[in-house]
């Protein structure tokens, strides 16, 4: 399985940025992020048919995690994003055998290489 997230960048508060992860199949998937100094956290998850969604209290109604089968990618929507959005975002994805949403680090099998979004304030 093979992950590749794109997207990151430098952005103002209040603004908005796509993240994009490249999957080589279809997984259930997310959306992890690690702060400086923090922990690695979840921020969003899709099942495998995409009928089930969840986000972090943090981000719920300001971010979207969508898959976009034409692109085989898992699209993260940020909206209104704040300084405290700031870091490394990584996308995961689930074994094939695993249909339903992952919630911990542990329940992910392969992980993509981060990239790094920046909110300016």
């Known amino acids: 399985v093979q992950l590749q997230a794109s997207g990151g960048g430098l952005v103002q508060a209040g603004g908005s940025l796509r993240l994009s992860c490249a999957a080589s199949g279809r997984y259930a998937m997310g959306w992890f992020r690690q702060a400086p100094g923090k922990e690695r956290e979840i921020v969003a998850a899709?099942?495998?048919?995409?009928?089930?969604?969840d986000y972090s209290d943090s981000v719920k109604g300001r971010f979207t995690i969508s898959r976009e089968s034409a692109r085989n990618t898992v699209d993260l929507q940020m909206n209104s994003l704040k300084p405290e959005d700031t870091a490394i975002y990584y996308c995961a994805a689930r074994s094939g055998r695993f249909l339903g949403l992952g919630h911990r680090e542990y329940e992910y099998d392969y992980w993509g290489q981060g990239t790094l979004v920046t909110v300016s304030s």
């Open positions: 899709i099942s495998r048919n995409s009928g089930n969604t």
